[in-house]
């Protein structure tokens, strides 16, 4: 073959899983979500299912922000993009895999939410909870938490947590949201999220990084915040976990007063 046929001749389909995601994600990038769509159908194994999937439904996520924020999205857009996500709804029911299955309709979930589609969203969101309820996983369950509220959607993602038995896991990434939306400028969202953690400690952890952030930017705030802390910290029931915060909180305002990092008021280990 001379260069020239090479040069022209036809582009060839992808073969493997891989070089079909990398289509749907190019495909995405230029809003062909019917071509994507078509696409995906003929991806085979199941870990490319989902991953193709969600590259599908990030794309809408992205898209729907996008044409939000200049204002554009009517009705008919709208409706579009809802049976976009219609159609992944049959595709999700093929992933045998429980954990990917659950997390699809997560993601389900949320585009329909974005989309203004709140029964769709229940019933989606209603369908991945059930699966890993049904598994008994509780890190689905914490996926789909920190998922919901990544997205903004705090009620949703409030009922979730109910759901979750193992309260420590679920609360280790309450706390470390809570100081991402607070050093993001995202303050009435780090507050909501620092109300649902139960255990005092994870909840003073929180506050302690807040604080910690402020420290070279606002003294005066970061005190208000250790303030809080301290307070939180009478709360600790383990007496090593309270001793231990205690003096991460001392040594913190001690650097930001000078003042003595340990106060003569802390009744200790009892």
Do not use: C
């Not at 769509?37 to 193709?52: A, Y």
């Not at 219609?86 to 999700?92: K, M, S, T």
Request: proline share 3%.
């Amino acid at each position: 073959m001379s260069k020239l046929d090479e040069l022209f001749k036809a582009e060839k389909k992808p073969e493997r899983d891989s070089d079909r995601v990398e289509v749907i994600d190019n495909l995405v990038s230029q809003w062909e979500f019917r071509e994507a769509l078509r696409e995906l159908d003929k991806v085979k194994l199941v870990p490319n299912i989902f991953l193709g999937l969600r590259v599908i439904i990030r794309g809408i996520f992205s898209t729907v922000r996008e044409i939000t924020k200049e204002g554009k999205l009517g009705e008919e857009i709208r409706k579009t993009l809802v049976g976009y996500v219609e159609q992944l709804i049959p595709i999700a029911n093929g992933i045998t895999n429980l954990r990917l299955k659950a997390l699809a309709f997560a993601d389900i979930s949320m585009a329909f939410y974005l989309l203004n589609e709140n029964l769709k969203s229940d019933l989606a969101l209603k369908t991945a909870l059930n699966i890993a309820t049904e598994i008994g996983d509780d890190d689905i369950l914490v996926e789909i938490v920190k998922n919901l509220i990544d997205h903004g959607i705090l009620t949703k993602a409030t009922y979730a947590m109910k759901l979750v038995r193992n309260r420590k896991k679920l609360d280790v990434v309450l706390s470390q949201l809570s100081v991402m939306f607070y050093t993001s400028g995202e303050k009435d969202k780090a507050d909501a999220i620092l109300q649902h953690i139960e255990s005092p400690f994870h909840r003073a952890t929180a506050v302690y990084y807040m604080a910690s952030f402020e420290s070279s930017r606002d003294p005066e705030k970061a005190l208000q915040l250790l303030d809080m802390a301290f307070r939180i910290v009478d709360e600790i029931p383990n007496p090593l976990l309270k001793f231990e915060m205690f003096l991460k909180l001392s040594e913190l305002k001690h650097t930001i007063t000078g003042e003595e990092s340990i106060k003569s008021g802390f009744s200790g280990l009892q």
